[in-house]
């Protein structure tokens, strides 16, 4: 593993509604925008679309350092801006990872 590789990761499953994935990309954005400029610990942040399924989406945001993920986690500006997004899907699951190997 290389030393910049990131241990820590927050992820997201997200089932978007019927005809509000273009929103939900610009909120997803909006959100993981104020998540670079605010808090320290983040490295970078991905989403992606299934080629098959176009309400589908995974996002990954990838943290120096499980401390700073958690506290993003509890600040009151990140349950508004994912509860933004969650308005958006019919369904969403998300959770925090931690690298086991990188190949």
Same mark, same amino acid.
């Given at each position: 593993m290389m030393p910049e590789e990131?241990?820590?990761? @927050?992820?997201?499953?997200?089932?978007?509604?019927? &005809?509000? /994935?273009?929103?939900?990309?610009?909120?997803? #954005?909006?959100?993981?925008?104020? #998540?670079?400029?605010?808090?320290? &610990?983040?490295?970078? @942040?991905?989403?992606?679309?299934? /080629?098959?399924?176009?309400?589908?989406?995974?996002?990954? /945001?990838a943290w120096r350092d499980g401390d700073s993920l958690n506290a993003?986690?509890?600040k009151p500006e990140f349950a508004e801006r994912v509860a933004a997004c969650r308005a958006l899907c019919a369904d969403m699951q998300s959770s925090f990872y931690t690298l086991v190997r990188a190949i």
């Open positions: 990131s241990q820590h990761w @927050a992820s997201g499953n997200w089932r978007v509604a019927e &005809g509000k /994935a273009d929103e939900f990309v610009d909120r997803w #954005t909006e959100f993981l925008t104020w #998540t670079r400029e605010a808090n320290p &610990g983040f490295v970078r @942040a991905r989403l992606i679309r299934d /080629a098959n399924d176009p309400n589908h989406f995974v996002s990954f /945001a993003w986690s509890q």
